[in-house]
């Protein structure tokens, strides 16, 4: 949790290297949003750009915004909707566990599996928009395989030819 009127600090900078080295999920949390001046959609998007330019390695991680000055009645910004995925019987009035479900999905991101199918075909698609490198001449190396070898976090094995 980093708050919004002090911005990123030495110890929030230090605290995501060990979870980053740790292999964990997270949630950037930035709190007392409810001192923000000016509120809006693109004041959002200048924070969250900040927070990700402060700490480049988490581009991944989601930005949520909170104001939490009573518990009961604390409030979260900028969840995306894909992530709130409560049936109706078990919302609750608390909007900050909207931030339940966001661990929720993270964790379930992490266990996930992806079949072989899916795998090749998101891989090809990312290699169509950024294709390897080519090193000191050589051609880009063709990729013959990738397969998850692991979850939690998930790991994957790139196949290339030998003499690539």
């Known amino acids: 949790m980093i708050d919004c009127a002090e911005g990123i600090g030495m110890q929030d900078k230090k605290i995501a290297g060990l979870i980053e080295r740790g292999k964990n999920g997270f949630i950037i949390a ?3 949003w409810d001192t923000i001046p000016q509120k809006s959609p693109e004041s959002m998007a200048l924070a969250r750009k900040r927070v990700y330019g402060a700490l480049q390695a988490f581009g991944w991680a989601p930005v949520v915004f909170t104001s939490v000055c009573d518990p009961l009645k604390g409030r979260v910004y900028g969840i995306e ?3 709130l ?3 109706d019987d078990t919302k609750s009035d608390n909007p ?3 931030l339940l479900d966001l661990a929720i999905a993270i964790y379930e991101n992490r266990m996930r599996r992806i079949g072989s199918d899916e795998l090749r ?3 090809k698609r990312a290699v169509k928009k ?3 490198p080519r090193y000191r001449g050589h051609t ?3 990729i013959i395989d990738v ?3 692991g979850a939690n976090p998930p790991r994957f094995s790139v196949i290339i030819p030998k003499n690539t």
């Open 30 to 32: 930035a709190n007392k």
């Open 81 to 83: 909707t894909r992530y």
């Open 85 to 87: 995925n409560r049936s």
């Open 96 to 98: 900050l566990h909207a």
């Open 121 to 123: 075909a998101s891989w």
């Open 130 to 132: 950024q294709p390897p």
């Open 140 to 142: 880009s190396p063709k």
């Open 147 to 149: 397969q998850q070898i």
